[in-house]
């Protein structure tokens, strides 16, 4: 696999850009300015590890297109990050393809830290039909982070995805491909009494089925094993909340443990 790391600025103009045989490492030397892209491109589908922050872990990935972009975030939309992320005038990327045993492995297979809102060829990818005040804080790109302190809100590395009051909220969390799983666990944000709680929610998967969760006023994680099944997204909807006084449930973190299908 042919990979390419290229920072982009305003106009497309390439600032900078590198090119490896399964694996490439770019070092920036300048301050990001608005509008600069962070672009990887591969020479085919398939999975590779990618850290394009040091400050944010590295994770593994399905690139289902030719590239991945990602517009460096600036003002209201850096929240969701650590306030050390994408600052400075050196900034070392690194992408490389994916080995088959960490493709093979049973894993967490919803993390992505580098998914957003524009995101559709890098997967996982969550998106939603309510977040709270359009708030990159309560996006549902957050859900899928990784981050999962959640006995605040509002800032990092308290992320989560907030409902905006909305009874009809769902969040997709897609694959991009077909992937085996047997475990859903959530973390539910726990900043009470400012939080209130779901008392049951529901997954529906790509093959129709849907399980319904109890769950509970806990910001520990909350695991339920499903029948074994192979999809390509799972849907959470019907999200019922507690009778408390509270009006902010909210979602820190959903993992679907799983596997790569052969």
């Known amino acids: 696999?042919?990979?390419?790391?290229?920072?982009?600025?305003?106009?497309?103009?390439?600032?900078?850009?590198?090119?490896?045989?399964?694996?490439?490492?770019?070092?920036?030397?300048?301050?990001?300015?608005?509008?600069?892209?962070?672009?990887?491109?591969?020479?085919e589908p398939g999975h590779v590890v990618l850290a394009l922050d040091d400050t944010i872990g590295s994770a593994a990935a399905y690139l289902k297109g030719p590239s991945y972009s990602l517009k460096v975030p600036f003002g209201d939309k850096r929240a969701c990050y650590s306030p050390r992320a994408f600052q400075g005038d050196i900034h070392r990327l690194h992408?490389?393809?994916?080995?088959?045993d960490e493709i093979a492995s049973r894993r967490n297979l919803a993390l992505n830290p580098w998914d957003d809102h524009a995101n559709t060829t890098l997967f996982p990818h969550a998106k939603a039909n309510a977040e709270t005040r359009g708030e990159?804080?309560?996006?549902?790109?957050?859900?899928?982070?990784?981050?999962?302190?959640?006995?605040?809100?509002?800032?990092?590395?308290?992320?989560s995805w907030g409902i905006n009051r909305n009874p009809e909220a769902?969040?997709?969390?897609?694959?991009?491909?077909?992937?085996?799983?047997?475990?859903?666990?959530?973390?539910?944000?726990?900043?009470?009494?400012?939080?209130?709680?779901?008392?049951?929610?529901?997954?529906?998967?790509?093959?129709?089925?849907?399980?319904?969760?109890?769950?509970?006023?806990?910001?520990?994680?909350?695991?339920?094993?499903?029948?074994?099944?192979?999809?390509?997204?799972?849907?959470?909807h019907s999200l019922v909340k507690a009778e408390d006084p509270s009006f902010f449930p909210a979602l820190t973190q959903i993992e679907v443990w799983g596997r790569d299908v052969a």
């Open 1 to 43: 696999m042919e990979l390419t790391l290229k920072v982009l600025g305003l106009n497309g103009t390439v600032l900078a850009s590198a090119t490896g045989k399964d694996e490439v490492f770019l070092v920036y030397r300048q301050d990001y300015q608005e509008g600069d892209q962070i672009v990887v491109m591969a020479s």
């Open 95 to 100: 992408v490389r393809k994916a080995r088959p």
């Open 136 to 159: 990159a804080v309560f996006a549902a790109r957050n859900v899928i982070d990784g981050e999962k302190a959640n006995d605040h809100h509002g800032f990092w590395p308290y992320t």
């Open 170 to 236: 769902t969040l997709t969390v897609g694959f991009g491909r077909p992937v085996w799983i047997d475990e859903l666990v959530f973390y539910l944000r726990a900043d009470f009494p400012h939080d209130s709680w779901w008392k049951k929610a529901s997954i529906t998967f790509s093959n129709g089925e849907t399980t319904c969760f109890p769950l509970a006023k806990s910001g520990a994680a909350q695991s339920f094993s499903v029948r074994p099944r192979t999809v390509e997204w799972i849907r959470l």
